[in-house]
C-alpha cells in the first residue's frame, strides 16, 4: 500500500525540518530533564509532576513522529511549473463572492502548512478544492456548512516565502 503524500512548497518543508530539529534538540531534553526530576520526589504513583511530564513525553514524541511522516513523504509542488494566472499551492488568490464588493485573499498550502488565523488554507480544504486548477475570470462554487456561494478570482500571484 501506498503511503500518503504531503504536498507542500519547499519552504513549507523547511519550516517542518525545523520545527522537528526544535522538538529533537530543545523539547525532547527539557521533558526528559522534567521527568529526572519529578522521578527524584519520590513514590511515583501519586506524582502528578511525573504524570504531566509522562504525558508531555508522550505528546513530544507523537509530534515528532508525525513531522517526520510528513518530511519523509513530502511532495514537493513548484509554483512556478503552473501558469501564472492559475491557482495552485503555493500561490495567493484573492476572491470576490458574487454580489459582494468584499474580497477574500488566500493563501493555498500544504495540509501541513495551514495556518486559518494567517489566511493559509490547506490544499485539502473545500474553499481551496474548488479554487485550485482555475484562472483570473473564473468562477467557483465554494459548498459550506451553511450551504454553497459563487466567487470570481479576481487574482493569482505566487505566495512569497
Same mark, same amino acid.
Given at each position: 500500500?501506498?503511503?500518503?503524500?504531503? %504536498?507542500?512548497?519547499? &519552504?513549507?518543508?523547511?519550516?517542518?525540518?525545523? @520545527?522537528? =530539529?526544535?522538538?529533537?534538540?530543545?523539547?525532547? %531534553?527539557?521533558?526528559?530533564?522534567? #521527568?529526572?526530576?519529578?522521578?527524584? !520526589?519520590?513514590?511515583? &504513583?501519586?506524582?502528578?509532576?511525573?504524570?504531566?511530564?509522562?504525558?508531555?513525553?508522550?505528546?513530544? =514524541? *507523537?509530534?515528532?513522529?508525525t513531522l517526520e511522516t510528513k518530511i519523509r513523504?513530502?511532495?514537493?509542488?513548484?509554483?512556478?511549473?503552473?501558469?501564472?494566472?492559475?491557482?495552485?499551492? *503555493?500561490?495567493?488568490?484573492?476572491?470576490? @463572492?458574487? *454580489?459582494?464588493?468584499?474580497?477574500?485573499?488566500?493563501? #493555498?498550502?500544504?495540509?501541513?502548512?495551514?495556518? #486559518?488565523?494567517?489566511?493559509? #488554507?490547506?490544499?485539502?480544504? %473545500?474553499?481551496?478544492?474548488?479554487?485550485?486548477?482555475?484562472?483570473?475570470?473564473?468562477?467557483?462554487?465554494?459548498? &459550506? %456548512?451553511? *450551504?454553497? !456561494?459563487?466567487?470570481?478570482?479576481?487574482?493569482?500571484?505566487?505566495? =512569497?516565502?
Open positions: 500500500m501506498a503511503e500518503k503524500t504531503y %504536498p507542500m512548497t519547499q &519552504s513549507e518543508k523547511e519550516l517542518l525540518e525545523q @520545527e522537528l =530539529e526544535d522538538l529533537k534538540l530543545v523539547r525532547r %531534553p527539557e521533558v526528559v530533564e522534567r #521527568i529526572k526530576i519529578a522521578r527524584s !520526589y519520590g513514590d511515583l &504513583s501519586e506524582n502528578s509532576e511525573y504524570d504531566a511530564a509522562k504525558d508531555e513525553q508522550a505528546f513530544v =514524541e *507523537g509530534q515528532i513522529s513523504y513530502a511532495e514537493i509542488i513548484d509554483s512556478d511549473a503552473v501558469a501564472k494566472d492559475e491557482v495552485a499551492i *503555493g500561490k495567493t488568490v484573492v476572491v470576490k @463572492e458574487d *454580489g459582494s464588493d468584499d474580497q477574500d485573499v488566500y493563501h #493555498i498550502v500544504g495540509a501541513a502548512g495551514a495556518d #486559518i488565523f494567517s489566511g493559509k #488554507i490547506s490544499n485539502e480544504s %473545500p474553499i481551496a478544492q474548488a479554487l485550485i486548477g482555475k484562472k483570473i475570470g473564473d468562477k467557483a462554487t465554494i459548498e &459550506s %456548512p451553511a *450551504g454553497s !456561494y459563487q466567487v470570481e478570482i479576481v487574482k493569482v500571484e505566487k505566495t =512569497e516565502s
